[in-house]
């Protein structure tokens, strides 16, 4: 696996296609989600990751992971109101989302966690739209111990999550908020 970070300042061409290729792909699957990676017509809308990405130029830093040369799972992170929020517009390809490769617990969160641990940021967020409520259940059991089969990587990261109890808005989205503190994930 080989994990790079970018921005809309630093991104190149190879980093380009593959975030345009995997955004295109993820936006034909059966998925509520599919439509935020829309590559047709992206400039004129304002939910897509790459108007996200290049018009509003929002994530401080971008992260994509391959295996081989294939991009395999991505994510964003930028600060909104004062708090860095990690793993936005997450994706990943549906053939790494099981079999023990855990692409963003074990690559793309760290890597964004360690950006803003050196920025001095005390935490970070992870935000969750209403439509990723089995996803939010699977994590708040890892939260809460009741999932006790996951690796080192993913274990770390979620078992030191604190769960908001309202969800908040995020950039015009109500979002369910769980909150890391960067010391006790790295202790």
């Not at 059966?30 to 994530?59: H, I």
Request: proline fraction near 4%; aromatic fraction near 14%; charged fraction near 25%.
């Amino acid at each position: 696996m080989r994990l790079e970070t970018f921005n809309h300042k630093t991104i190149n061409e190879s980093q380009r296609y593959a975030l345009e290729s995997l955004s295109k792909y993820a936006s034909t699957l059966d998925d509520p989600a599919a439509k935020n990676y829309a590559v047709e017509d992206w400039e004129e809308r304002v939910d897509t990751l790459l108007y996200a990405f290049y018009k509003k130029k929002r994530f401080e830093i971008f992260n994509i992971l391959y295996h081989q040369d294939t991009p395999i799972a991505m994510a964003g992170a930028y600060v909104f109101n004062h708090q860095p929020i990690i793993g936005v517009r997450t994706f990943t390809h549906p053939d790494f989302r099981g079999g023990g490769h855990w692409c963003q617990a074990r690559y793309i969160l760290p890597a964004q966690i360690d950006y803003y641990d050196e920025k001095g940021y005390k935490k970070v967020w992870l935000t969750f739209n209403d439509y990723n409520k089995r996803l939010v259940n699977f994590i708040k059991r890892i939260s809460e111990g009741k999932s006790s089969h996951l690796g080192g990587g993913p274990k770390k990261i979620y078992q030191n999550l604190t769960w908001h109890d309202q969800p908040k808005t995020v950039q015009y989205t109500k979002q369910i908020i769980a909150e890391l503190v960067i010391a006790d994930y790295k202790s």
